[in-house]
C-alpha cells in the first residue's frame, strides 16, 4: 500500500524564460502521462488475451508473459516520471511538516535537488547497462533486450529533464541555488573522505544505509532516491564493484512479472468506485446494520475488509468508503476525530486482504507462494476486525438511535440484490487463481473486465471522462512504488553482499527464547520501520533478510509474513508519522489533531490482536491445509 506525499504546492505560474520552462515541462509531463495511460490499457490487453487464449482456446500464447514484462518495465519507469513531475514519490514529511513556510520552502526544493544529483550520477551507469543487454535475444520474441532495458536510461533521463525545468522554472534562486549548492558540498566531501572509508569495512553500512538514509529520509528527500543515492554513494566510494550494478539491482528488484499486478490492482480499485460497485456493497451492510448502537461504525470495519478484498490498495478504499458513510455517521453525532481514527485503524487491520499490494511484493521479494499468501491473510483480517469492533463497542454503546429507522427485510433484500455483483467479485478473483484460471498477476484483468461490465450492463454507471486520469493515476502510483522498490532492492543487494545479512542472522537467531523472542523484536522493529519507511520499502528491504532466519527459527513463512504486515500496518497507519494516517485525514477532510487522541484505543486494539496472531499461527495458516 502506498500513499503518496507531494513535493511541495503547485508553483506559481511564471512568465519569460521561467514561465516558458514552465510550459516545456507541463508538455512534456502530458506527453508521458499519455504513453504511461497507454501503457497500462496494453498491459491488460495482453495479460487478458494471454488467459483468454490459455483458458478458453487451450492455445497458449508463449510471447504474451515476455511482451508484459518488456512493456511493464516502460510502464514502471515512465510511470515514475509522471510521478516525479506531480511530485507524488512517497516522502516523509512528519517532521518537515512543522516548519514555518519558507523552512520548509527549502527542503521542498532539497527534495528536488537531492533526486537530481542521484539521476546524474545513474545516467551513464544505465546507459552502459541498457548497451550491454543489446547483445541478449528474448527467448519468445527473439528481439534485443535493448527493447526493455533502454526504459531504463530513458526513464531516468526524463526524471532528470523534468527535474532541471522544475528547478530553472521555481522563480526561487536563492533556495535552489542553496540546496543544490548543499548537494554538491556533502557529494564532495563523502568523495574527498573515500580513502578513509574504505579501510573501515561494514562500518560504512551505519554511515551510509543509517546515518545518510535517515538524514535524507528525515528531511523529506523522497525515499527511492534517499535508498538510491545512499546505495550509489556506498558502491562507488567504498567498494570496487562497478556502478553498473547498481542500476542492475534496480532492474532485477522492478522486472518481476508478479509485481505488473500492482498498477492492474490499483487501477481496479479506481474502477470499482468509479462503477459505484463500492457504493453498493455499502449500501447493503448499513440497510444490515445501520440501526445498531455503532452500527455504522461496524459497517466501516466490514466495508474496507471486502472492499479491500476487490481493490488491493488502501487509498483507493479509503476513498471508495469514507465519502459514503461518514455524512450520515457525523449526522447520528459521531466525532469526526473518532472517524478517522476508525479509518486509519481499518486501513492496517485489512493490510493481509487479499490482493493487497503488501501481500503481493512480500510474494515477489522472499518468493513465498502468493496463492499462500492470499489464502493465509483472510484469517488475520478477521480477527484485527474483532479487536477493532470491541473497542467500537466500548465507545458507542451508549448512542442515541431513536431517530433512526430500522430497514426492513424487504429493503435488505433489494440492497443485497444490487449489491450482488460486487460482493462476488473477491470470490470471482479467488476462484479464478484456485481453479488456475490464472496467475496472481494475471487474475487482476478478470477483475478489471469484470467491473467493467458490472459497471455498465448492471449498474449503468461508466463515466468515461474519468477514465483517463484514472489510467495517469494508476501509473503515478505504480511508478511511485516500483522505484522503490528497485532502489530498496539494489540496497538489499549491497547489505547482504557486505555479510551484514549473515551477522544479522547470527544475532537474531541467538536471541534468548527462541521463535516467540524473534516474532516479538519482529513486531517492535517494523511497527517503527513502517511509520519511518512505509511499508513496502522496509519489507522489500528487510524481507530477504529476516525470512530465511525465521525459517532457521522455526517460524513458518506465511505466519512470519502475516506477523510482519500486520506491525509494519501499525506503523504506517499510526499518528503521528504514518504516513497511511494522514492519507485518511486527508481523504476525510479531517484534521489530522482531532483523530491522535481517539487512535490510541484502536492503535491498542491492533496491536493486541497482532500479538494475538503471532501466538497463535492457526489463524496465519489453518486455511492452509
Known amino acids: 500500500m502506498q500513499i503518496a506525499?507531494?513535493?511541495?504546492?503547485?508553483?506559481?505560474?511564471?512568465?519569460?524564460?521561467?514561465?516558458?520552462?514552465?510550459?516545456?515541462?507541463?508538455?512534456l509531463g502530458s506527453a508521458i502521462a499519455a504513453a504511461a495511460a497507454l501503457l497500462v490499457v496494453a498491459e491488460i490487453v495482453v495479460l487478458f488475451t494471454g488467459v483468454s487464449a490459455r483458458y478458453f482456446f487451450q492455445r497458449p500464447l508463449i510471447w504474451s508473459d515476455e511482451l508484459a514484462g518488456i512493456l511493464?518495465?516502460?510502464?514502471?519507469?515512465?510511470?515514475?516520471?509522471?510521478?516525479?513531475?506531480?511530485?507524488?514519490?512517497?516522502?516523509?514529511?512528519?517532521?518537515?511538516?512543522?516548519?514555518?513556510?519558507?523552512?520548509?520552502?527549502?527542503?521542498?526544493?532539497?527534495?528536488?535537488?537531492?533526486?537530481?544529483?542521484?539521476?546524474?550520477?545513474?545516467l551513464e551507469p544505465a546507459y552502459e547497462f541498457a548497451s550491454d543487454e543489446a547483445f541478449v535475444s528474448t527467448p519468445a520474441l527473439d528481439i534485443s533486450n535493448l527493447w526493455r532495458a533502454a526504459a531504463l536510461p530513458i526513464g531516468l533521463g526524463l526524471m532528470l529533464l523534468v527535474a532541471l525545468f522544475?528547478?530553472?522554472?521555481?522563480?526561487?534562486?536563492?533556495?535552489?541555488?542553496?540546496?543544490?549548492?548543499?548537494?554538491?558540498?556533502?557529494?564532495?566531501?563523502?568523495?574527498?573522505?573515500?580513502?578513509?572509508?574504505?579501510?573501515?569495512?561494514?562500518?560504512?553500512?551505519?554511515?551510509?544505509?543509517?546515518?545518510?538514509?535517515?538524514?535524507?529520509?528525515?528531511?523529506?528527500?523522497?525515499?527511492?532516491?534517499?535508498?538510491?543515492?545512499a546505495t550509489f554513494a556506498y558502491i562507488t566510494l567504498?567498494?570496487?564493484?562497478?556502478?553498473?550494478?547498481?542500476?542492475?539491482?534496480?532492474?532485477?528488484?522492478?522486472?518481476?512479472?508478479?509485481?505488473?499486478?500492482?498498477?492492474l490492482f490499483v487501477f481496479l480499485g479506481l474502477l470499482i468506485e468509479m462503477t459505484g460497485m463500492a457504493r453498493a456493497m455499502v449500501a447493503f451492510l448499513a440497510s444490515l446494520l445501520g440501526h445498531v448502537r455503532g452500527g455504522l461504525q461496524y459497517v466501516?470495519?466490514?466495508?474496507?475488509?471486502?472492499?479491500?478484498?476487490?481493490?488491493?490498495?488502501?487509498?483507493?478504499?479509503?476513498?471508495?468508503?469514507?465519502?459514503?458513510?461518514?455524512?450520515?455517521?457525523?449526522?447520528?453525532?459521531?466525532?469526526?476525530?473518532?472517524?478517522?481514527?476508525?479509518?486509519?485503524?481499518?486501513?492496517?487491520?485489512?493490510?493481509?486482504?487479499?490482493?493487497?499490494?503488501v501481500l503481493?511484493?512480500?510474494?515477489?521479494?522472499?518468493?513465498?507462494?502468493?496463492?499462500?499468501?492470499?489464502?493465509?491473510?483472510?484469517?488475520?483480517?478477521?480477527?484485527?476486525?474483532?479487536?477493532?469492533?470491541?473497542?467500537?463497542?466500548?465507545?458507542?454503546?451508549?448512542?442515541?438511535?431513536?431517530?433512526?429507522?430500522?430497514?426492513?427485510?424487504?429493503?435488505?433484500?433489494?440492497?443485497?440484490?444490487?449489491?450482488?455483483?460486487?460482493?462476488?467479485?473477491?470470490?470471482?478473483?479467488?476462484?479464478?487463481?484456485?481453479?488456475?484460471?490464472a496467475t496472481a498477476t494475471e487474475v487482476s484483468t478478470i477483475g478489471i473486465v469484470y467491473a467493467a461490465l458490472a459497471g455498465l450492463l448492471f449498474y449503468r454507471r461508466f463515466d468515461w471522462r474519468r477514465l483517463y486520469p484514472m489510467l495517469t493515476e494508476t501509473a503515478a502510483l505504480s511508478g511511485a512504488i516500483?522505484?522503490?522498490?528497485?532502489?530498496?532492492?539494489?540496497?538489499?543487494?549491497?547489505?547482504?553482499?557486505?555479510?551484514f545479512s549473515t551477522a544479522l542472522a547470527s544475532f537474531m537467531t541467538g536471541l534468548p527464547g527462541g521463535a516467540p523472542m524473534f516474532l516479538a523484536v519482529t513486531i517492535i522493529a517494523f511497527v517503527v520501520l513502517g511509520s519511518v519507511l512505509e511499508g513496502i520499502p522496509a519489507i522489500v528491504l528487510f524481507g530477504p533478510l529476516l525470512f530465511p532466519i525465521a525459517k532457521q527459527v522455526g517460524v513458518h513463512e506465511v505466519h512470519y509474513a502475516m506477523v510482519v504486515i500486520l506491525a509494519m500496518g501499525i506503523g504506517l497507519f499510526a499518528p503521528?508519522?504514518?504516513?497511511?494516517?494522514?492519507?485518511?485525514?486527508?481523504?476525510?477532510?479531517?484534521?489530522?489533531?482531532?483523530?491522535?487522541?481517539?487512535?490510541?484505543?484502536?492503535?491498542?486494539?491492533?496491536?493486541?490482536?497482532t500479538i494475538v496472531i503471532a501466538a497463535v499461527p492457526w489463524f496465519s495458516i489453518g486455511l492452509l491445509h
Open 360 to 437: 503481493i511484493t512480500i510474494g515477489s521479494v522472499t518468493g513465498v507462494s502468493i496463492a499462500a499468501l492470499f489464502t493465509g491473510g483472510l484469517l488475520p483480517g478477521l480477527v484485527l476486525a474483532i479487536m477493532l469492533c470491541f473497542v467500537v463497542w466500548q465507545r458507542y454503546r451508549k448512542e442515541d438511535l431513536s431517530h433512526v429507522k430500522r430497514a426492513s427485510w424487504g429493503e435488505v433484500g433489494s440492497t443485497f440484490l444490487v449489491a450482488l455483483p460486487a460482493v462476488a467479485l473477491p470470490f470471482v478473483i479467488r476462484f479464478a487463481v484456485v481453479g488456475g484460471v
Open 576 to 609: 503521528p508519522f504514518g504516513v497511511g494516517y494522514y492519507a485518511a485525514c486527508a481523504i476525510s477532510r479531517i484534521h489530522p489533531d482531532e483523530g491522535i487522541k481517539p487512535m490510541l484505543g484502536y492503535v491498542l486494539a491492533l496491536l493486541i490482536g
Open 5 to 27: 506525499d507531494e513535493i511541495g504546492v503547485v508553483p506559481p505560474r511564471m512568465t519569460g524564460v521561467a514561465g516558458a520552462l514552465q510550459k516545456a515541462e507541463q508538455w
Open 300 to 357: 466501516l470495519v466490514a466495508a474496507m475488509y471486502l472492499v479491500s478484498g476487490i481493490s488491493g490498495a488502501k487509498a483507493a478504499d479509503m476513498a471508495a468508503v469514507a465519502p459514503v458513510l461518514f455524512p450520515e455517521m457525523i449526522e447520528r453525532g459521531a466525532k469526526p476525530g473518532d472517524l478517522v481514527a476508525l479509518l486509519s485503524a481499518t486501513g492496517a487491520q485489512t493490510e493481509t486482504i487479499p490482493p493487497s499490494l
Open 166 to 229: 522544475r528547478m530553472l522554472s521555481s522563480g526561487q534562486w536563492r533556495l535552489t541555488a542553496t540546496a543544490v549548492a548543499l548537494v554538491a558540498v556533502v557529494g564532495a566531501a563523502f568523495y574527498a573522505l573515500s580513502p578513509l572509508l574504505i579501510p573501515l569495512g561494514n562500518l560504512n553500512l551505519l554511515i551510509f544505509f543509517v546515518g545518510l538514509v535517515a538524514v535524507m529520509v528525515f528531511a523529506a528527500v523522497p525515499i527511492a532516491f534517499a535508498f538510491g543515492l
Open 482 to 499: 516500483l522505484l522503490i522498490i528497485g532502489a530498496a532492492t539494489g540496497m538489499a543487494w549491497a547489505l547482504t553482499q557486505s555479510g
Open 238 to 263: 567504498t567498494t570496487s564493484t562497478p556502478s553498473t550494478v547498481v542500476i542492475g539491482r534496480m532492474d532485477e528488484g522492478m522486472s518481476h512479472l508478479i509485481l505488473l499486478s500492482v498498477p
Open 72 to 122: 511493464f518495465l516502460w510502464l514502471a519507469m515512465l510511470g515514475a516520471v509522471v510521478a516525479f513531475q506531480r511530485g507524488e514519490h512517497m516522502r516523509m514529511t512528519a517532521l518537515v511538516g512543522k516548519l514555518d513556510p519558507r523552512k520548509r520552502a527549502f527542503f521542498d526544493v532539497l527534495a528536488i535537488a537531492a533526486p537530481l544529483a542521484f539521476l546524474v550520477l545513474v
